[in-house]
């Protein structure tokens, strides 16, 4: 980084975790069942429903961090955690299975999970929010809303924060 004439490098703590990112996050991604096949059986699954789900079943698009300008491709599976699913099974707890790619050759799968209640006043408008420990990096949160089709939420986690931006799948 260049800042007034001078060379600055980026702070101790800063290049620890990218790179502990760049080792830990890629592994996190072998953990589990892929996440290609149970995001195209989500997706079957989604695409067969006589009634689409509010909440539950394929979301995809994008990441964009408000700090670096970095961005990447979004994808999720939220399923209902049970047993707490609330007013016509549209609000309560789910978990989002996320897995997000980054410099086109990097990739990560994580969960987190989310509270969502249903806005008064709309059958299609939910709040979400989810907070997840992440160890030594810190805290992971995000708050946003569902609206129809749209996701859209922002995040902040070891000293990043930025946007998540979905829709449903065609």
């Known amino acids: ?51 689409k789900p509010k909440v539950s079943g394929p979301w995809e698009g994008y990441w964009k961090s408000t700090e670096s300008g970095h961005k990447g491709k979004l994808r999720a599976i939220a399923t209902p955690a049970a047993p707490t699913v609330l007013v016509g ?42 907070e997840r420990d992440i160890s030594f990096l810190g805290t992971y949160t995000s708050k946003g809303t569902i609206d129809g089709d749209k996701l859209e939420a922002t995040y902040e986690a070891a000293g990043d924060k930025g946007v998540l ?3 449903r799948p065609e």
Request: proline share 7%.
């Open 165 to 167: 931006i979905m829709q």
């Open 89 to 130: 099974g549209a609000g309560g707890r789910y978990t989002f299975r996320y897995h997000a790619t980054w410099a086109k050759v990097l990739s990560a799968t994580y969960k987190a999970p989310n509270e969502v209640r249903p806005e008064p006043g709309s059958a299609e408008r939910f709040s979400l929010s989810a």
């Open 1 to 51: 980084m260049k800042h007034a004439g001078r060379f600055c490098l980026p702070s101790p703590r800063r290049c620890i975790i990218a790179c502990l990112a760049l080792l830990v996050l890629p592994l996190s991604n072998c953990a589990g069942p892929g996440f290609g096949s149970a995001y195209r059986k989500s997706q079957a699954s989604y695409r067969s429903a006589e009634v």
